[in-house]
């Protein structure tokens, strides 16, 4: 039997000796507690997910986008478990700048699950959009790469009666590190409750290979771009603190009880409020009895 997200919570809590708020404080000083993380029952919960969400709606088969990047190894490495190798499609989008580490490491990936595969290179469509607009800048060059890669993804899933399955974990959806209807675009997302930290634990208990889950992450959108570098801070330092700062609903006072500078705490305060729309549908002016998304809100097996 699948476990569930309870079953975690208490494990930790076994862990660690925590308080109400799953934190701890000596004298005047709050800690953080570590993130919980236990790989064999993450991996349970969300095969089960998977084959759960994607069978309720009708299908067997998932399409998933390989970046070579250890989100989508993950991702395709559980939807190959859950609904067996023959029912995952993973496409490769490559740009021409693309960095052919990254393509090579989603071959891997492919060898390892075992799943049917795809390459289409990007390169035409994108560079006959940005002739018309050759002065874009990289951050519009980036996005327009992750959108045209989306709408790849749900050709593909039409065509292969499938769903598209996410890869965005939630360091990047609380971040807003992503791009909307580009790679933060799903069907059905198997990572997103899971911290970056958890990711790379989960990534490894599963066998994602190990070049792929020990290097550093990056979107690949123009050479020599990492995650990190972007940011300005490294993945395990802003998971901490968006652990306590989210799961555990710790105050401003209490973070920086925590040790956390103050202005690391601002500035990730500000990206998480200024990114909300992001994992919002796009508002909808309110002009009746019963308004989308908010007066009518149904799960989405809802009459099934």
């Not at 029912?87 to 799943?115: C, D, F, Q, W």
């Not at 874009?136 to 996005?143: H, K, L, P, S, T």
């Not at 771009?225 to 802003?238: C, H, I, N, P, S």
């Amino acid at each position: 039997m699948a476990g569930s997200a309870n079953d975690l919570e208490q494990s930790q809590t076994l862990e660690h000796a925590a308080g109400a708020s799953g934190g701890t404080k000596a004298a005047d000083r709050w800690t953080c507690p570590s993130i919980p993380t236990n790989p064999p029952l993450l991996r349970r919960i969300l095969t089960a997910f998977i084959a759960n969400e994607v069978r309720k709606v009708g299908v067997e088969r998932v399409v998933v986008g390989l970046s070579g990047g250890v989100d989508s190894a993950l991702s395709c490495l559980l939807a190959a478990e859950a609904l067996g190798p023959h029912n995952v499609l993973a496409i490769k989008m490559p740009y021409r700048t693309s960095s052919p580490e990254s393509l090579a490491h989603a071959n891997l990936v492919i060898a390892r699950a075992g799943v049917e595969s795809l390459e289409i290179d990007i390169t035409p469509q994108i560079d006959a959009y940005f002739a018309r607009f050759p002065d874009a800048d990289r951050v519009r060059r980036g996005n327009k790469m992750a959108r045209e890669r989306m709408t790849i993804l749900y050709d593909h899933s039409a065509r292969w009666h499938a769903l598209v399955l996410g890869t965005s974990n939630k360091t990047e959806l609380l971040l807003g590190y992503g791009t909307l209807h580009g790679d933060m675009a799903s069907a059905v997302n198997p990572l997103g409750d899971l911290y970056k930290t958890q990711v790379w634990a989960l990534a490894e208990a599963v066998g994602v290979p190990a070049e792929i889950v020990h290097k550093q992450p990056s979107a690949d959108l123009w050479a020599g771009q990492t995650d990190e570098a972007e940011l300005g801070f490294g993945y395990r330092e802003v998971d901490r603190l968006l652990y306590c700062m989210v799961d555990l609903r710790y105050s401003r006072a209490e973070l920086l009880a925590a040790g956390f500078p103050e202005e690391f705490v601002r500035r990730v305060s500000e990206m998480v409020r200024n990114s909300q729309f992001k994992r919002r549908l796009p508002i909808i002016a309110k002009v009746s009895q019963r308004t989308i998304d908010r007066d009518f809100r149904y799960a989405r097996d809802w009459g099934r």
